[in-house]
């Protein structure tokens, strides 16, 4: 401890000295450490005095809370949280700090972010766009794709990972993670936690799917993938999202579109027509309940919107 040391000392002393052990000890860059600074600042404004030792937990929660009433996001409060607690780790080493008052604050919770789909009409648009007339093998290949993760709610990587059919490991074949079982009209892919389900592919999937076996080159490694890319090797799923970006551009899609974009689509449509949360659930290979249930609010926005739009009493005067 250092001579006559007492969190009572003015706090531009001890904010300085812990500032100047950042950038000569702990040599963070000075962009860190000014972002150090602008905390320990507003600490000291809010504090309303340079007495360190005097701010208790309770003041500390009070301080968040505040920053949480002036519209501060739940991250950036955590990060000054964090920021104060590592101050006040360091004030104990040098002074008679009887104990952090930042321990056992935590930050506002995070809202939840809403999964973002495309409306009905957008995603029918969007799986319609350029699919008349003459197509090369590759535009097959891409609206077969599309088709069926909007038509089944695949992720990218179950996606990229199905073969043209099961492939025996018996006959020397790499075992399938997934693959397209024509004669059910079903995919059956390999999910997170390595959970293997079956899901249904609907007749325009189908269909597309159809025409692009029926010109799907061999692959290069003479491998059995589904879908190709450009080489004839297998497609990342990079790769799909690059495609499926530039097809939403050209097709006029007025958000922009990923392919969990149509994985949302897929639950958040389902869920409207269903109102069958447990089946989509289990479309989605969804482990626990929890994570199909956000899909929930999306409906509650769908209709909110259908109610706002049509009721002759939804708008205040």
């Not at 007495?51 to 949480?68: E, G, N, P, S, V």
């Not at 075992?175 to 959970?195: H, I, P, R, Y």
């Not at 010109?215 to 497609?235: E, K, M, N, Q, Y």
């Not at 639950?267 to 989509?280: E, I, N």
Request: with cysteine.
């Amino acid at each position: 401890m250092d001579a006559g040391g007492s969190a009572a000392d003015s706090a531009p002393d001890w904010a300085q000295r812990y500032l100047s052990e950042l950038a000569t000890g702990r040599q963070l860059s000075p962009h860190t450490v000014a972002a150090y600074r602008r905390d320990l600042a507003e600490l000291a404004t809010l504090a309303g005095h340079g007495d360190w030792a005097r701010l208790t937990h309770f003041d500390i929660r009070r301080f968040a809370a505040k920053l949480h009433g002036g519209g501060q996001s739940a991250r950036s409060i955590a990060r000054k949280l964090s920021g104060w607690r590592g101050f006040y780790e360091w004030l104990a080493l040098h002074t008679t700090l009887a104990a952090n008052p930042v321990d056992g604050v935590r930050a506002p919770k995070r809202p939840k972010t809403l999964p973002k789909a495309l409306a009905v009409d957008d995603a029918v648009q969007l799986m319609e766009a350029n699919t008349h007339g003459h197509a090369e093998p590759f535009e097959l290949c891409n609206r077969a794709m599309f088709e069926l993760l909007y038509s089944s709610g695949l992720r990218v990587s179950e996606l990229a990972g199905l073969d043209v059919a099961w492939q025996d490991p018996r006959a020397g074949a790499s075992a399938s993670l997934g693959w397209f079982d024509a004669q059910a009209g079903e995919v059956v892919v390999t999910g997170k936690g390595n959970k293997m389900r079956r899901v249904p592919v609907g007749g325009p999937a189908r269909e597309a799917l159809a025409a692009w076996l029926a010109v799907r080159p061999a692959a290069r490694d003479g491998g059995a993938a589904l879908f190709l890319s450009a080489r004839a090797t297998r497609i990342t799923p990079r790769v799909v999202q690059q495609r499926l970006k530039q097809h939403a551009l050209r097709a006029g899609t007025p958000v922009h579109v990923h392919p969990h974009v149509l994985r949302h689509s897929f639950a958040s449509h389902l869920l409207q027509s269903s109102g069958d949360l447990r089946a989509v659930q289990e479309l989605l290979g969804h482990a626990s309940i929890t994570s199909t249930q956000v899909y929930t609010a999306l409906d509650f926005q769908h209709l909110a919107a259908v109610y706002d739009k049509a009721h002759p009493r939804a708008k205040a005067k």
